[in-house]
């Protein structure tokens, strides 16, 4: 086909540099022979050829394994679809032994985060639904006084409640802020009363 140039698969283009850095000790080693006189140079060119030809088809599995569960932890996704986890393992059936194994650890690796995301996820859940049905208005602010959460008591109190907006935004009052300042600073509690006008 014109305009297309072949290509080889992503993980095999690294294979020959890869073999050359291994076979580089055994290179140096019959260097050292050739310059001592106790090898034939052409001997010791054919060896080399023959060790970087060896170690490069040896490496090819390894591999198109190792790209293949790269490939595989991409299509797996977040989502954990089980069907998918299915058929991705039945393309790597014919993987090197340690390669699969790999796999299967990082799939596992994978199955115990979802979970613990999903534990996560209900736990927060589970306090938002408390938090919200608190009586009292509660608004939780991060140290730079900003709102990260607010229930609905509070809603009802100041008006709509901006996730991110400063306090000052929500409640004018001096005291307010001043006491709210000192406990972001360290102090452990200040009590302030204050009245809010309904227009």
């Not at 992503?10 to 076979?23: N, Q």
């Not at 001997?43 to 040896?58: P, S």
């Amino acid at each position: 086909m014109r305009g297309r140039e072949a290509r080889a698969p992503r993980g095999l283009r690294r294979v020959p540099l890869v073999a050359l850095a291994l076979a580089l000790p055994t290179v140096a080693v019959l260097a050292v022979l050739v310059a001592a006189r106790r090898l034939d140079p052409v001997a010791a060119l054919c060896g080399a050829v023959a060790v970087l030809v060896a170690l490069a088809v040896g490496m090819i599995p390894f591999v198109t394994s190792l790209t293949a569960v790269q490939d595989a932890m991409a299509a797996l996704g977040a989502d954990g679809d089980i069907g998918a986890e299915v058929a991705i393992q039945r393309r790597l059936r014919r993987t090197v032994p340690a390669v699969t194994a790999l796999w299967q650890a990082a799939l596992r690796l994978a199955r115990g985060w979802r979970e613990r995301a999903a534990r996560a996820e209900a736990a927060l859940a589970a306090a938002e639904a408390v938090f919200a049905a608190i009586p009292d208005p509660e608004i939780l602010l991060d140290a730079q006084r900003r709102v990260l959460r607010a229930n609905r008591a509070a809603a009802m109190l100041v008006g709509t409640v901006a996730e991110g907006a400063d306090l000052a935004a929500l409640l004018r009052n001096p005291a307010v802020l001043a006491a709210t300042d000192a406990v972001l600073a360290g102090e452990t509690a200040r009590v302030v009363e204050f009245s809010l006008s309904v227009a």
